[in-house]
């Protein structure tokens, strides 16, 4: 079965540094979240993307958070500087479509990142 | 934004049937419900979706009050595996994204 696929899955870094998450949807999905979750909340979405462009980022931190998809495909979100409160799991999506309700809908997670800012 | 509320946590005992209720009060038109769990360290998984009508498939039912403001997840035989957080989560028209709240906690009990 088809999964999404995130790298690394854990991630230790000092404040100030920069990380870098990377995530491989299902092949033919179109659509590509990013979420962050802190402990003991729901993921909440920091970046949608519709093939390569961004269709939502507006709880993005852009001062310190990008993100791309520039082939439609992979995408990799950054942080610089990380700061203490960024220790989260970043989650990474996919879903058929966007803009549909129902089946197509459906987003299929991958197992995240773990950050640790120290 | 479509709110929601659903037990902080819930127990059942392995073998019987786990209902999870959630109210979303606000929910309209031709808006979705998800159903989506979370198992301890992994990405959540969809369970089942509906729009009026009752849903079943192989992980869940899914029970729709026909005035759509509120839900019940079954679970028709809970396994110790079912133990995770599930997200009850109404669509909202105009936005493609889900938004989770805290969930349910459901333990299931040898």
């Known amino acids: 079965e088809a999964e999404v696929a995130q790298s690394p899955r854990y991630k230790i870094t000092e404040k100030s540094q920069a990380v870098a998450f990377w995530c491989d949807p299902i092949s033919g999905h179109a659509t590509l979240y990013w979420y962050r979750q802190i402990l003991g909340q729901g993921p909440e979405l920091l970046v949608q993307?519709?093939?390569?462009?961004?269709?939502?980022d507006s709880q993005l931190p852009k001062d310190r958070f990008s993100a791309e998809r520039l082939k439609g495909v992979d995408s990799t979100l950054k942080i610089q500087p990380a700061e203490l409160g960024d220790s989260a799991m970043y989650l990474c999506?996919?879903?058929?479509?966007?803009?549909?309700?129902?089946?197509?809908?459906?987003?299929?997670f991958g197992p995240g990142t773990r950050l640790t800012v120290l | 934004d479509a709110k929601t509320t659903q037990p902080t946590s819930m127990d059942c005992a392995e073998g019987r049937a786990a209902n999870l209720p959630c109210n979303h009060s606000?929910?309209?038109?031709?808006?979705?419900v998800y159903w989506y769990r979370q198992i301890h360290s992994q990405g959540p998984q969809y369970i089942i979706h509906g729009l009026k009508n009752n849903e079943t498939n192989e992980m869940a039912s899914l029970i729709i009050t026909e005035d759509r403001k509120s839900s019940t997840l079954i679970l028709p035989h809970a396994t110790l595996r079912d133990t995770a957080v599930y997200y009850c989560i109404p669509e909202i028209t105009g936005a493609n994204n889900l938004f989770f709240g805290t969930g349910t906690r459901l333990t299931v009990i040898p």
């Open positions: 606000t929910i309209s038109g031709n808006e979705y």
């Open positions: 999506a996919s879903s058929l479509a966007w803009g549909t309700s129902g089946v197509n809908n459906e987003q299929f």
């Open positions: 993307f519709q093939d390569e462009s961004v269709v939502d």
